[in-house]
């Protein structure tokens, strides 16, 4: 059963796979929808086959199909396809991420589905997009990640190209098309209408590359990596202190002079040079060199003691093993867990979006196996005739 929330009662059709649209989908059983996911009876979505494994079952899949059902559909197949299009009869969406143009030489494309069932939402997630020169391109993560500029703008200066350490690329894409989905149902309160969401990767990778456009734009000048610093704000940076880095975020004048007295160092707030944002930004390296003369006298918690005490943005550089042990991620159960009956109980990100009219359970039901919910699914659409 679907968990509590705002989507209980909606019904999507979810023929996606690997990360984007899976992603998307997952987000929506989160609040509350019902996800029926369609999957090719030869071996299933592709990521069920991507390590790593526990007892043979792909950690990868559990942690991206939480709560949802699976069918197991040849679309090109008439008596499978006939099965799909009473599913879609009783849908509020329908979720793709193949290439463009599959879904309609499968029959089943924004035009045909809208006349057959003008209340439908299509939501589509592909690496480019619907329309465009690179429409028809194939594209992975790594790929938009590339070509939609964020590469660029990781790493450090002189190093090679450098990949975001998540699949930003997959990730956005699904966040922007469960917004796009969420809007749509919202419009077809109003006007009883379906319509089509169309989210290219690489659309996504472009609408996140915030200031860097901005400042391209406003001096001409081509922006690149810069490690850990931000390029309009200093300091705002990873710093050495005596047995690791730290991460101190002092976003205004207020709080640079807080830090530098918590430093013991009001001669570097007393400084011409660092006196306003633009200053120290353009002398960040000096600025950088007499903060960690302070710094690297004592440890890491030390200071993190210090400057949260003082009130200055600061925080550890934490691994994975951290972060699911912090406390604060605990009290905010962004880690939760499924017990799958072969792989056993595992542990997976939370939902980030906590809503006061329902509660955000720790536990949630487990990713199903390939066809695991044929039975009930088909029962559901004899039920409905």
């Known amino acids: 059963m679907p968990v509590e929330g705002p989507l209980n009662g909606i019904t ?6 690997v990360l984007a ?11 509350g929808a019902r996800v ?17 494994f526990i007892d043979d079952k792909s950690a990868y899949f559990m942690s991206l199909n939480r709560g949802k059902e699976s069918i197991a559909l040849n679309l090109k197949n008439d008596d499978d396809r006939a099965i799909l299009e009473k599913l879609l009869k009783n849908a509020d969406v329908l979720v793709e991420n193949f290439r463009p ?45 590339a070509m939609g500029g ?39 309160e109003k006007n009883g209408e379906g319509m089509k969401i169309d989210v290219a990767m690489f659309d996504c990778q472009v609408a996140i590359l915030e200031n860097a ?17 931000h390029p309009s704000i200093s300091p705002f940076d990873a710093f050495k202190a005596a047995d690791g ?24 707030y007393e400084n011409k040079l660092f006196k306003t944002n633009v200053g120290r930004s353009e002398h960040h390296a000096a600025l950088k060199d007499e903060l960690e003369i302070a710094l690297v006298t004592q440890p890491v918690a030390h200071w993190l003691r210090v400057l949260g005490e003082a009130g200055i943005p600061s925080g550890p550089i934490n691994n994975v093993a951290q972060v699911l042990d912090d406390p604060q ?44 919910d044929r039975d009930q699914i088909l029962s559901g659409i004899e039920n409905d005739r």
């Open 21 to 31: 649209g899976p992603y998307c989908t997952m987000v929506l059983a989160d609040m």
């Open 150 to 188: 964020i590469m660029s703008l990781t790493g450090h200066e002189g190093t090679p190209p450098t990949r975001v350490g998540s699949s930003i690329g997959d990730i956005t894409a699904g966040l922007f098309t469960a917004i796009g989905i969420n809007a749509a149902l919202l419009n077809r």
């Open 213 to 229: 456009i901005a400042r391209y734009a406003a001096s001409g000048e081509v922006p690149g990596p810069i490690g850990a610093r």
């Open 36 to 52: 029926i996911k369609v999957e090719n009876p030869e071996g299933g979505d592709d990521a069920r086959h991507f390590g790593p």
């Open 12 to 17: 999507i059709i979810d023929l996606t796979r």
């Open 245 to 268: 880095h730290l991460i101190i975020a002092a976003g205004n004048d207020v709080i640079f002079k807080k830090l530098c007295l918590a430093l013991s160092r009001s001669d570097i």
């Open 329 to 372: 991620v605990a009290a905010r159960n962004m880690i939760v867990g499924a017990t799958d009956a072969v792989a056993g109980y595992m542990k997976m990100a939370g939902n980030p979006i906590k809503l006061s009219s329902f509660d955000d359970p720790p536990t949630r039901n487990p990713a199903p196996d390939l066809d695991a």
């Open 101 to 145: 143009g599959t879904m309609e030489k499968l029959g089943l494309g924004w035009a045909e589905l809208h006349q057959r069932y003008p209340r439908l939402i299509y939501a589509a997630a592909s690496g480019f997009g619907h329309t465009g020169p690179y429409s028809d391109r194939p594209a992975y993560d790594l790929v938009v990640q």
